[in-house]
């Protein structure tokens, strides 16, 4: 059986929804944050729950039963690991964690024939070079500019809850759980969550244009059948019921055009933040080939173009560099390059392209 998803785009355009924060909130009953690690690159939240004296560390059922506060919780803490910690605590377990990432690095290229790395600039506690301390975002709750829900059984045994996914397929444990607890997405994303979808196109996009979800005011609704968690469009392709084909985002002076398959940061206001840093910290200049590997919609090459050489991106998903190209082209930047394909694969021969140079 196919299970329908829906590609929503921002709604509420007078508002910027946000990226990197988590909410804020911290239920009672709950201990202090085990601090995040960083392994193998990745970071991991750990959150330890309180127990009464004498009870049993139990494992949580995977059959699907009332719903109740345990599934919001559950998911909370996938979609956002760190939803328990006040946001100022949430910078300082990110700060923690981006310190081992650096010290792991270090420490391999100390071993890789025997460099030693050293720096004249401040030093970080532990550290050869300065960390400089985590930015805010300056949007913390409801900042997603698009969210992407699916239909399928819930908790209750309910087939057309409208969601997000919880479990494995392997394991034969996939429920769908709503995510209108969740602080990251907007209040007029819930509102499209909230309702019940018809697996039938047509009637979802008559409830959106001219029923109940019409209050949203989606700016375009796209449907894919899916029997997978996650598949691209590649693999089934989007179908756009109503609307604009893609979404628009002004970006540090730039206009952004992004598909429902490509990769852009869900927090505006945090992009401009991220990006504007990266600009000031990468040392570009005239005469630097700026290379952007994995790039998604090539937003912080084309951010810096005006002050590099070139700028050669790299991005596997073929409809991210058609955005990255029309963005290029749109707002007049002529010393980009977009390539599509495994960065693996094409790197090596793009820098043996640009040897000479």
């Not at 087939?159 to 969740?182: A, E, F, M, Q």
Request: net charge positive; proline share 5%.
């Amino acid at each position: 059986m196919h299970s329908p998803r829906c590609f929503l785009s921002r709604v509420g355009l007078t508002s910027k929804p946000g990226l990197l924060p988590w909410c804020a909130t911290k239920p009672p009953g709950w201990s202090q944050l085990f601090l995040g690690s960083a392994c193998e690159g990745n970071f991991t939240g750990m959150i330890a729950k309180k127990r009464q004296r004498g009870q049993k560390s139990q494992k949580k059922p995977s059959h699907v039963g009332p719903l109740d506060g345990s599934w919001q919780e559950r998911l909370a803490d996938v979609v956002t690991p760190l939803w328990r910690l006040s946001y100022e605590d949430q910078l300082k377990v990110k700060f923690e964690a981006q310190k081992k990432i650096l010290w792991r690095l270090e420490s391999y290229l100390q071993k890789l024939n025997g460099v030693n790395v050293t720096t004249s600039a401040p030093r970080a506690e532990g550290l050869a070079c300065l960390l400089h301390p985590i930015i805010p975002s300056p949007v913390i709750n409801g900042y997603r500019n698009k969210s992407t829900f699916s239909v399928n059984r819930g908790p209750d045994g309910n087939p057309k809850t409208v969601g997000y996914y919880l479990g494995t397929w392997r394991d034969r444990s996939i429920v769908c759980v709503r995510s209108n607890h969740l602080k990251n997405i907007p209040e007029k994303h819930n509102q499209v969550a909230q309702e019940e979808l018809s697996v039938q196109k047509e009637a979802v996009k008559k409830f959106f244009t001219s029923g109940p979800g019409a209050v949203c005011d989606l700016t375009s609704l796209y449907f894919q059948e899916s029997t997978m968690v996650r598949c691209s469009h590649q693999q089934s392709p989007y179908q756009l019921l109503f609307g604009e084909p893609h979404l628009y985002e002004d970006l540090l002076g730039l206009k952004i055009r992004i598909s429902p398959d490509a990769f852009f940061q869900i927090n505006t206001a945090g992009a401009e933040v991220l990006y504007r840093t990266v600009g000031e910290l990468s040392g570009v200049n005239s005469n630097t080939i700026l290379l952007d590997i994995c790039c998604g919609t090539g937003v912080i090459g084309l951010s810096l173009a005006q002050y590099a050489s070139q700028v050669l991106g790299i991005e596997l998903v073929e409809q991210a560099v058609q955005d990255a190209r029309w963005t290029a082209a749109f707002n007049g930047i002529t010393n980009c390059e977009f390539h599509s394909g495994r960065a693996e694969k094409i790197l090596s021969q793009l820098l043996k392209s640009k040897e000479d140079g």
